[in-house]
């Protein structure tokens, strides 16, 4: 059964940095992107940056320059670098897998809180 384990949330004051890491397991395959959404308290989920199987990066508009997405293929993993903080980036944040077979994984989501 494939699980998506996401690490690195917590709390961090406006203009800090935090560093998202989520690692797949029990055999996923196909991989076709891999994303990170977040969700804030009374709004929908939204996309933060997505890397496609070719290396292809995109970003929402509010993180462009701040935030970065990589990933290590080898070992399933997918990472966000987030730096410059802003108090609305406050959200739980979810790792996505996007297969060409089996659908979209998500991963349990991961708090990140910044504060003033």
């Known amino acids: 059964q494939v699980q998506l384990v996401e690490s690195g949330g917590g709390l961090v004051q406006a203009g800090g940095s935090l560093r998202l890491s989520c690692a797949a397991s029990?055999?996923?395959?196909?991989?076709?992107?891999m994303g990170w959404f977040r969700q804030a308290p009374g709004k929908q989920r939204e996309l933060v940056a997505q890397?496609?199987?070719?290396?292809?990066?995109n970003y929402a508009d509010s993180v462009k320059g701040r935030f970065t997405i990589s990933r290590d293929s080898a070992k399933n993993t997918v990472f966000l670098q987030m730096n410059s903080l802003k108090l609305e980036d406050t959200a739980v944040y979810y790792c996505?897998?996007?297969?060409?077979?089996?659908?979209?994984?998500w991963g349990q989501g991961t708090q990140v809180t910044v504060s003033s």
């Open positions: 890397i496609t199987n070719s290396g292809t990066t």
């Open positions: 029990g055999g996923i395959f196909m991989i076709k992107s």
């Open positions: 996505s897998f996007d297969t060409w077979i089996s659908g979209t994984y």
